[in-house]
């Protein structure tokens, strides 16, 4: 299964009749609200609403004020993480993967770069109990026990 984030299935439904009520009916939602779907089904809804090119980058990137709240919600995951984070050498093996996948847009949170599937940026790359959103990820969250704490 596929988490896909509710603002970028609103985003493209905006200019594609019938392609809320299709995401809806090949998955189901998550507690917070995001879409659940197998990954060959999101893609299948990517070709057949002529979506692919928005979904992979194309489109306008994050706003400022999207940004914004972003950031905010990875703050509060850093301090309920008891600000953990990952050593430099896990950060800089988890940026070149990223760097590297098919989801990456590079002109996300105004220009840093971030995820297309979760909307993380380059920062959550630093976060201990971070791991890739992928169905099968690409990597995983580094052990809470190894990591230093911030401040």
């Known amino acids: 299964m596929i988490i896909i984030s509710k603002s970028i299935v609103e985003k493209l439904s905006a200019s594609r009749p019938g392609f809320l009520d299709a995401v809806e009916s090949s998955g189901s939602r998550s507690k917070s609200g995001h879409h659940v779907l197998e990954p060959d089904r999101w893609e299948s809804l990517l070709d057949n609403f002529d979506a692919r090119a928005e979904f992979l980058g194309e489109a306008e990137p994050m706003s400022a004020v999207e940004a914004g709240k972003h950031f905010a919600e990875a703050m509060i995951d850093l301090t309920k993480a008891g600000k953990k984070i990952a050593p430099e050498d896990v950060f800089q ?56 704490k911030l401040g």
């Open 93 to 148: 093996t988890r940026l070149t993967i990223c760097l590297g996948c098919q989801y990456w847009n590079p002109r996300m949170w105004l220009g840093l770069g971030g995820c297309r599937i979760c909307k993380c940026s380059k920062f959550a790359l630093w976060l201990a109990k971070s791991k890739c959103p992928l169905p099968v990820p690409k990597w995983l969250s580094y052990e809470a026990r190894q990591t230093p």
